[in-house]
């Protein structure tokens, strides 16, 4: 258990900018949920703990949206769109968050919308094609190409030309979906003769 005084402290010295109940209790060291709600309230009415949605913190207003998007439901990790745009495989630019976790669901929260696509738990717990930056778990391009291309039949991608396609066939066993792999080799194909 970690002295009252040193709680904040602890905190402000962690690199997560968003913080769940289960991980105050853990940073804490405290088995007492009543305790640690007790801490967490008291920080948050001092102004020194910002309140998302509930059980879920961040340090200040200014907390990064990609850690909160995969702390909301987990397992997940951040891909799609979210990561199709950043790498500019799509154009187009998308103002909600997408992540690959174990349901679907769209959620407002604190100004952002996350949209949640559903992934069979194989799937979402491989860690093949995943990176981790910053306390949070994204797709590579790839990895987040191949979400797409499992979620949906047919999607428009706009720049198929940075794909790495032996990435692709690495990873593409762990869908184990043989018309995925179709789709795969049509987009391969496709971007091979543009």
């Known amino acids: 258990m970690i002295m009252e005084r ?24 405290e088995t007492d949920a009543r305790l640690v709600k ?18 879920i913190y961040a340090k200040d207003k200014g907390y990064d949206r990609l850690e909160l998007a995969v702390k909301i439901y987990t397992p997940s990790y951040v891909s799609l769109e979210t990561i199709l745009a950043r790498e500019g495989v799509v154009f187009q630019h998308y103002d909600q968050i997408f992540v690959v976790s174990y349901l679907s669901r769209e959620l407002s929260c604190d100004g952002q919308t996350y949209v949640f696509r559903r992934i069979k738990e194989p799937i979402l717990t491989n860690s093949l094609g995943l990176e981790t ?7 590579s391009k790839e990895r987040a ?14 720049n198929l030309s940075s794909i790495n396609w032996d990435k692709c066939f690495e990873i593409i066993h762990i869908y184990g979906n043989p ?15 543009a």
């Open 38 to 55: 007790k801490y967490a309230y008291r920080y948050v009415k001092a102004g020194k703990l910002y309140p998302i949605r509930k059980g």
């Open 179 to 193: 018309a995925m792999e179709k789709r795969l080799n049509s987009y391969y194909k496709l971007a091979a003769h």
């Open 145 to 158: 190409f191949l979400d797409t291309i499992y979620l949906n039949k047919n999607y428009h991608f706009d």
């Open 6 to 29: 040193d709680r904040l402290s602890v905190l402000l010295r962690s690199e997560n900018t968003v913080f769940t109940f289960k991980e105050l209790s853990l940073i804490w060291k």
């Open 133 to 139: 930056k910053d306390n949070y778990y994204f797709a």
